[in-house]
C-alpha cells in the first residue's frame, strides 16, 4: 500500500494529473463565466425583444375598446382580427411563450395586484375558439409576486417593468415584461404583456456546454497522455536512474565518495535538454567534495574563528556592532511575538576620550575606553554588553539586571563618579561617561529602535549636563 502510494506521489504521476485538473478547472471557469455572460446577455436581449412586441400590441389595441373586447370577446370580428395580429407577432418570434393583455388592479381585500383577462393567446390561432378559452375573457388571474411593489409604478407612473418569475405550472422561470396601454387622454386602461421561458433559453445553451466540455476533455487526456510519453523520455526515465545511483551512495571514506563519482559518470546522461546540465552540474559537485573534502574540518574551523571575530570587540572583549545588530533583531522578532515582554536600553557614551587621546595619545585612550568598559561590566555582568562606536556602550536590560534595573543604574553612576573625582590616579585613569535608560512602553513603543532612541535622548541630555559642568579630570 505504502509502495502504491509512493508510486503516485512522483512527478511521473503528479505533473499530468495537475494539468489535467489545471486545464479542466480553467476550462470550467472559462465555461462557467460565458455561461454567466451569456445569461445576463440573454435576458437583456429579450427584454429589448419584449420593449418592441408590447409596443406593437399597444399601438394596435384600441384602449377606449377594451370593455367591448372583453364584453364580446371571439364573437367581435373586431377582437378575432386583434387576436390574429397578436398570433402573427407570437410566431414572428419564435422564443415568445405567452402573450396577454390584463387590467391589473389592486384587490382591496387582500393586497394583491391581479388582472382582468381581456386577451389571451392559446398555443395555436384557430377561428375555432374552445369554451374555456371564452369564459376566461373577463376572469380575474392574480399576477406574480415580484409585480407587488410595480402596481404604482405601471398604472399611476406609467412605466414599463419586467421581472423574472417562477411560473406557477411546468414552465419553470419566465421572464415577464409589462407595458401600459393608455387611452387618448394618457390614462391607464391595461397592460400589454409577453413571457419567454428561461428554461427554453438557457437549454441548448447548457447542451453546448457540455459538449464543449467533453470535447476539451478528450483532448486534453489525449495531450496529457502524449506529453507523459515525452517526459518520460526525456524527464522521468533519467531522474530515475540518477535517484536509484545515489541511493546507492557510500560516504563512510575517501574512497567511497570517488567510487560514486564513478558511477555517477557511468550512467553517461545525454538527453539535450536541461537534465543534462543538472547530470553534469551533480557529477561536477561530486567531484568536488570528493576533492576537497579532506579540508572541511580546517574550512569549518576558519568559518567559526571569523564568526566569533565578527561578534566580538577586538578592544574590550565584548559584543560588537554586529553581534548589537543581531541582538535587536532577535529582540525585535521577541516583541512581535508577544508584546508584553519586559526590557530596557541602557545607552553609554564615554566622557573626554579625545582630550585623553590628544593629551597622552592612542594607547592610553585605548586603555581609558577598556577601563570605561570594566565598570559598565562589573555593574551588568548578567546582560549583553556592546562596544557600537569608538565610545558608545549599549546594555540591553532582562530578566534579574531588568527588575533591579535602577539599582544597577545607581550603582553605574556612583562607580563612574567616584572614579572620575579620583585625583590621585593619573588623568587617564579617571573614567567617566554619560548614560541614559529607557523602558520598553507598549503603550507607545511599536519597534525596540523607539525604546533605543529615548535612551539615547537621555544619555545626550545627560551629556549635556555634564559638558555645562566643563568637567575635565
Same mark, same amino acid.
Given at each position: 500500500?505504502?509502495?502504491?502510494?509512493?508510486?503516485?506521489?512522483?512527478?511521473? =504521476?503528479?505533473?499530468?494529473?495537475?494539468?489535467?485538473?489545471?486545464?479542466?478547472?480553467?476550462?470550467?471557469?472559462?465555461?462557467?463565466?460565458?455561461?454567466?455572460?451569456?445569461?445576463?446577455? #440573454?435576458?437583456?436581449? /429579450?427584454?429589448?425583444?419584449?420593449?418592441?412586441?408590447?409596443?406593437?400590441?399597444?399601438?394596435?389595441?384600441?384602449?377606449?375598446?377594451?370593455?367591448?373586447?372583453?364584453?364580446?370577446?371571439?364573437?367581435?370580428?373586431?377582437?378575432?382580427?386583434?387576436?390574429?395580429?397578436?398570433?402573427?407577432?407570437?410566431?414572428?418570434?419564435?422564443?415568445?411563450?405567452?402573450?396577454?393583455?390584463?387590467?391589473?388592479?389592486?384587490?382591496?381585500?387582500?393586497?394583491?395586484?391581479?388582472?382582468?383577462?381581456?386577451?389571451?393567446?392559446?398555443?395555436?390561432?384557430? *377561428?375555432?375558439?374552445?369554451?374555456?378559452?371564452?369564459?376566461?375573457?373577463?376572469?380575474?388571474?392574480?399576477?406574480?409576486?415580484?409585480?407587488? &411593489?410595480?402596481?404604482?409604478? =405601471?398604472?399611476?407612473?406609467?412605466?414599463?417593468?419586467?421581472?423574472?418569475?417562477?411560473?406557477?405550472?411546468?414552465?419553470?422561470?419566465?421572464?415577464?415584461?409589462?407595458?401600459?396601454?393608455?387611452?387618448?387622454?394618457?390614462?391607464?386602461?391595461?397592460?400589454?404583456?409577453?413571457?419567454?421561458?428561461?428554461?427554453?433559453?438557457?437549454?441548448?445553451?447548457?447542451?453546448?456546454?457540455?459538449?464543449?466540455?467533453?470535447?476539451?476533455?478528450?483532448?486534453?487526456?489525449?495531450?496529457?497522455?502524449?506529453?507523459?510519453?515525452?517526459?518520460?523520455?526525456?524527464?522521468?526515465?533519467?531522474?530515475?536512474?540518477?535517484?536509484?545511483?545515489?541511493?546507492?551512495?557510500?560516504?563512510?571514506?575517501?574512497?567511497?565518495?570517488?567510487?560514486?563519482?564513478?558511477?555517477?559518470?557511468?550512467?553517461?546522461? /545525454?538527453?539535450?535538454? *536541461?537534465?543534462?546540465?543538472?547530470? #553534469?552540474?551533480?557529477?561536477?559537485?561530486?567531484?568536488?567534495?570528493?576533492?576537497?573534502?579532506?579540508?572541511?574540518?580546517?574550512?569549518?574551523?576558519?568559518?567559526?574563528?571569523?564568526?566569533?571575530?565578527?561578534?566580538?570587540?577586538?578592544?574590550?572583549?565584548?559584543?560588537?556592532?554586529?553581534?548589537?545588530?543581531?541582538?535587536?533583531?532577535?529582540?525585535?522578532?521577541?516583541?512581535?511575538?508577544?508584546?508584553? $515582554?519586559?526590557?530596557?536600553?541602557?545607552?553609554?557614551? $564615554?566622557?573626554?576620550?579625545?582630550?585623553?587621546?590628544?593629551?597622552?595619545?592612542?594607547?592610553? @585612550?585605548?586603555?581609558?575606553?577598556?577601563?570605561?568598559? #570594566?565598570?559598565?561590566?562589573?555593574?551588568?555582568?548578567?546582560?549583553?554588553?556592546?562596544?557600537?562606536?569608538?565610545?558608545?556602550?549599549?546594555?540591553?536590560?532582562?530578566?534579574?539586571?531588568?527588575? #533591579?534595573?535602577?539599582?544597577?543604574?545607581?550603582?553605574?553612576?556612583?562607580?563612574?563618579?567616584?572614579?572620575?573625582?579620583?585625583?590621585?590616579?593619573?588623568?587617564?585613569?579617571?573614567?567617566?561617561?554619560?548614560? @541614559?535608560?529607557?523602558?520598553?512602553?507598549? &503603550?507607545?513603543?511599536?519597534?525596540?529602535?523607539?525604546?533605543?532612541?529615548?535612551?539615547?535622548?537621555? =544619555?545626550?541630555?545627560?551629556?549635556?549636563?555634564?559638558?555645562?559642568?566643563?568637567?575635565?579630570?
Amino acid at each position: 500500500m505504502k509502495r502504491l502510494y509512493a508510486r503516485y506521489l512522483t512527478l511521473k =504521476m503528479r505533473i499530468p494529473v495537475i494539468f489535467v485538473l489545471s486545464l479542466l478547472f480553467l476550462a470550467a471557469c472559462i465555461i462557467g463565466i460565458s455561461f454567466r455572460r451569456y445569461e445576463a446577455l #440573454n435576458v437583456e436581449k /429579450h427584454v429589448k425583444m419584449a420593449e418592441g412586441i408590447t409596443q406593437l400590441m399597444v399601438d394596435r389595441f384600441e384602449a377606449d375598446r377594451m370593455d367591448y373586447y372583453i364584453e364580446n370577446n371571439y364573437s367581435s370580428d373586431e377582437y378575432m382580427e386583434l387576436l390574429k395580429y397578436y398570433y402573427t407577432l407570437k410566431d414572428s418570434y419564435l422564443d415568445v411563450r405567452y402573450m396577454y393583455v390584463y387590467k391589473l388592479f389592486k384587490d382591496d381585500s387582500d393586497g394583491m395586484i391581479k388582472g382582468v383577462v381581456v386577451l389571451d393567446l392559446d398555443e395555436e390561432y384557430t *377561428e375555432d375558439v374552445p369554451q374555456d378559452s371564452i369564459d376566461l375573457i373577463g376572469d380575474i388571474c392574480p399576477t406574480a409576486p415580484e409585480f407587488a &411593489s410595480d402596481f404604482e409604478k =405601471m398604472t399611476v407612473e406609467k412605466q414599463c417593468t419586467w421581472h423574472i418569475v417562477e411560473s406557477d405550472e411546468t414552465e419553470g422561470k419566465l421572464i415577464t415584461f409589462v407595458r401600459p396601454i393608455l387611452n387618448d387622454n394618457g390614462n391607464y386602461i391595461c397592460s400589454a404583456c409577453v413571457d419567454f421561458s428561461i428554461d427554453q433559453l438557457y437549454a441548448k445553451g447548457i447542451d453546448f456546454v457540455i459538449e464543449l466540455l467533453v470535447v476539451i476533455t478528450i483532448i486534453v487526456i489525449g495531450v496529457i497522455v502524449i506529453i507523459n510519453i515525452i517526459l518520460s523520455v526525456i524527464l522521468f526515465n533519467p531522474l530515475s536512474r540518477m535517484t536509484k545511483c545515489i541511493e546507492s551512495f557510500k560516504f563512510d571514506t575517501d574512497q567511497d565518495r570517488f567510487d560514486n563519482v564513478n558511477k555517477m559518470e557511468a550512467l553517461n546522461i /545525454h538527453v539535450k535538454n *536541461e537534465i543534462d546540465e543538472l547530470y #553534469n552540474a551533480l557529477v561536477l559537485s561530486m567531484k568536488d567534495s570528493a576533492y576537497y573534502m579532506t579540508s572541511l574540518n580546517l574550512a569549518k574551523t576558519e568559518i567559526r574563528e571569523i564568526s566569533e571575530t565578527a561578534y566580538k570587540d577586538a578592544l574590550t572583549g565584548v559584543g560588537s556592532k554586529t553581534a548589537y545588530d543581531n541582538e535587536m533583531n532577535k529582540l525585535q522578532t521577541d516583541l512581535e511575538r508577544d508584546q508584553k $515582554i519586559k526590557f530596557s536600553i541602557v545607552m553609554i557614551d $564615554i566622557n573626554n576620550l579625545k582630550y585623553v587621546n590628544d593629551s597622552f595619545g592612542h594607547e592610553h @585612550g585605548d586603555e581609558y575606553i577598556k577601563g570605561c568598559c #570594566n565598570i559598565i561590566c562589573n555593574v551588568y555582568k548578567k546582560s549583553p554588553v556592546f562596544r557600537i562606536g569608538g565610545d558608545e556602550f549599549v546594555v540591553i536590560l532582562r530578566g534579574n539586571d531588568y527588575v #533591579n534595573r535602577m539599582d544597577c543604574f545607581d550603582s553605574l553612576e556612583d562607580l563612574f563618579d567616584e572614579s572620575c573625582g579620583n585625583t590621585s590616579a593619573e588623568e587617564y585613569c579617571r573614567y567617566s561617561a554619560s548614560f @541614559g535608560m529607557a523602558d520598553y512602553d507598549p &503603550s507607545t513603543d511599536k519597534t525596540v529602535d523607539d525604546v533605543f532612541k529615548r535612551a539615547d535622548k537621555l =544619555m545626550y541630555d545627560f551629556k549635556k549636563e555634564f559638558k555645562k559642568l566643563q568637567f575635565r579630570p
